[in-house]
């Protein structure tokens, strides 16, 4: 099995390639990066130093077709510019098909905002992405984003089922195909709990795990990662989903920091995984 990453590499924050690659190379799957940037930390950080990849996207699809290597799952990642992600789309058409899984993690804010990337062209090329994928992993922020819905809805939980109908609700607005799966990531609980809720083409259900009511950078990096390496060894939506929630919820409570911009320590159990 052979995944392109398109995503940063941040070298503190654990998440983007750092978690792709973690994650994926310990199920046994192969992990071929595409580099969208460098940054010394994640742009959660006070400060950070971000480098321009250039065109590295577009090389990275030259130079495979010229190849002729083939993908069995695309996952795409965070983005710095629309000149990026207008890349990152062409892309995935070129790589990603009917024979192979596309997961888009539509990142484009957390907690009611926007990251500072975020324009109204960037959006537009974020959408057409999602549209054509297998299957997407927004928070509730980029849910709402997607739905053309005020972001700061997202203060929004699920404490009780009427709530969980509602995101449902929006997740159906979202969805671009009867085959689409939307999995709706690290939406409040009640007591701390941290639920994923996912609409797939056999129904909805809400996956929770334990969490201690942080929400930690790179958490929906590892999760995407997981739920797409777990989809490839052949598992259900619902089974990948349910492993991927107990691997955060495991994850938040090996972590030493408090700081949500330093990540979960999922080194510490990943090999359990
Ligand atoms: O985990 C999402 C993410 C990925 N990459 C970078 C980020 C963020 C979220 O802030 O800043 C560079």
Redesign the pocket.
């Known amino acids: 099995m052979r995944v392109a990453a398109v995503?940063?590499l941040?070298s503190f924050?654990k998440?983007?390639l750092i978690?792709d690659i973690s994650v994926l190379t310990s199920m046994g799957i192969e992990v071929c990066p595409v580099p969208t940037?460098v940054?010394t930390?994640?742009?959660?950080f006070p400060s950070?130093y971000?480098h321009d990849t250039g065109d590295m996207v577009g090389h990275c699809k030259e130079e495979w077709n010229k190849m002729g290597v083939t993908f069995d799952g695309v996952l795409t990642?965070?983005m710095?510019s629309e000149q990026v992600a207008d890349s990152v789309l062409d892309f995935v058409i070129s790589f990603a098909g009917k024979d192979n899984v596309l997961v888009v993690?539509p990142?484009m804010g957390?907690g009611g905002r926007c990251?500072s990337?975020f324009s109204e062209k960037f959006f537009t090329k974020i959408k057409k992405l999602a549209a054509i994928a297998d299957m997407i992993t927004p928070n509730l922020t980029e849910l709402l984003l997607l739905a053309g819905e005020d972001p700061k809805r997202a203060e929004l939980g699920i404490m009780n089922e009427k709530d969980a109908e509602e995101i449902i609700e929006i997740a159906n607005k979202v969805r671009s195909a009867e085959g689409q799966s939307i999995v709706v990531t690290g939406i409040p609980g009640n007591e701390g709990e941290l639920c994923n809720l996912v609409v797939y083409p056999g129904g909805t259900q809400v996956i929770k795990c334990k969490s201690n009511g942080k929400s930690y950078?790179?958490?929906?990096?590892l999760f995407a990662a997981f739920l797409l390496g777990n989809i490839l060894n052949g598992k259900d939506i619902v089974t990948a989903v349910s492993k991927a929630t107990e691997l955060i919820g495991e994850a938040i409570g090996k972590t030493a920091s408090t700081d949500r911009n330093y990540?979960v320590d999922f080194e510490k159990i990943l090999k359990s995984f």
Do not use: E, F, I
Not at 41 to 44: D, F, I, N, S
């Open positions: 995503n940063d941040s924050g998440c983007s978690a940037a940054l930390a994640q742009t959660g950070y971000m990642g965070y710095p993690d990142v957390d990251y990337n950078s790179g958490t929906g990096d990540g």
